[in-house]
């Protein structure tokens, strides 16, 4: 396998959306042919937060849709590996071999487990939750990961991970790379409500699916300087969504400038600025609708390539976890007793 091998994925729990877009995807497009990369389809991690019959039986129908979207991205599909983490039972086994090298006291102190755990509704933090970190950490090694694009979100996950490769290595051997997490320049991105970061269970999303009358009615409902109540009263440009949206995405800069200077003095309305901005929307998502269209047609390529990513992505775990269990010891340990028991038996 190649030297140079990224790992990252998503939840199927919706399609993906402009948030999920700066947060990992843009790097995973930049990045795809720099290294072999692995998407994963995440759905044990969805069990943390939706466990339902109903949440696993939408989960095939959201995958699809989720490689769809990043094919739609510009991920192409002749180079990318997608595979469903639940048909890699052998996932499972790498996790229990990390779960003893970290802490409970660790697994409390990252800060997104709490946040996913009230977003979700729950009282309490279930077992699954607090060890989502390590079966992350589980998710990244099997494939020997040495680069992670992340979001604001999970980079603290990933520090587990680095931290569950040292460990391993320094008690067992060299075996896992220690991977680097590849930071996004839009680290999150708040939502179109102004309240919270873009997020599917909230609902305050543009997908990247979205068509263009869907865009401009999400844009034209967007928070923007609560103070402002005329378009002749000077307006705040940092921390407004819609100038936040406008750096991200409106390819026309010097446009973007113009509008702060002029929402800045009170000579610019909000519905111009949106309006704007829901056109500089739709100019970038364009050609993502375009290519989902494209591959949208093709018949069968969508679960096509999860399954056969999928196996191909058993093969390479089945040796990572062959890999670790040897470092270990742990093979050695069942051979030993075998020999004795054969021993054993020719003696009589």
Do not use: W
């Not at 829901?278 to 018949?299: G, I, V």
Request: glycine content about 6%; some cysteine.
């Amino acid at each position: 396998m190649s030297e140079n091998v990224m790992l990252t994925g998503d939840r199927p729990t919706g399609k993906l959306h402009l948030g999920h877009y700066v947060g990992s995807i843009a790097n995973r497009v930049r990045l795809q042919h720099a290294y072999q990369s692995f998407f994963i389809i995440a759905d044990l991690h969805m069990l943390t937060t939706k466990n339902s019959r109903a949440d696993i039986e939408r989960s095939a129908g959201n995958a699809r849709d989720m490689v769809l979207d990043m094919l739609a991205a510009g991920i192409e599909p002749e180079t990318a590996t997608f595979y469903l983490q639940s048909a890699i039972p052998e996932v499972g086994d790498l996790n229990t071999l990390f779960q003893n090298l970290v802490t409970v006291p660790r697994l409390e102190r990252v800060p997104s487990l709490k946040d996913m755990a009230r977003d979700s509704g729950k009282e309490e933090m279930p077992y699954g939750l607090l060890g989502y970190p390590v079966l992350q950490a589980a998710d990244i090694l099997c494939v020997k990961a040495n680069a992670v694009p992340v979001g604001k979100d999970n980079a603290a996950h990933v520090e587990v991970t680095r931290e569950i490769a040292r460990r391993f290595n320094h008690l067992y051997g060299d075996t896992f790379p220690v991977p680097e997490l590849i930071h996004a320049d839009v680290p999150t991105l708040v939502g179109t409500d102004g309240q919270a970061k873009m997020s599917k269970s909230i609902g305050n999303t543009v997908l990247l699916s979205d068509d263009a009358t869907s865009v401009r009615r999400k844009v034209m409902g967007m928070y923007t300087d609560p103070d402002r109540v005329r378009a002749d009263i000077p307006g705040k440009v940092d921390g407004n969504p819609v100038f936040i949206y406008h750096d991200a995405f409106n390819d026309d800069k010097a446009q973007v400038e113009d509008l702060k200077e002029r929402y800045r003095t009170g000579r610019v309305g909000d519905v111009e600025v949106k309006e704007k901005l829901a056109t500089a929307l739709n100019r970038f998502l364009d050609p993502m609708r375009e290519r989902r269209a494209k591959y949208a047609d093709e018949p069968g390529l969508v679960d096509r390539l999860i399954v056969e990513g999928t196996e191909r992505t058993r093969e390479v775990v089945r040796q990572t976890v062959f890999d670790a269990r040897k470092a270990m010891g742990l093979t050695s340990t069942f051979q030993a007793i075998r020999r004795k028991a054969q021993a054993a038996t020719k003696s009589r």
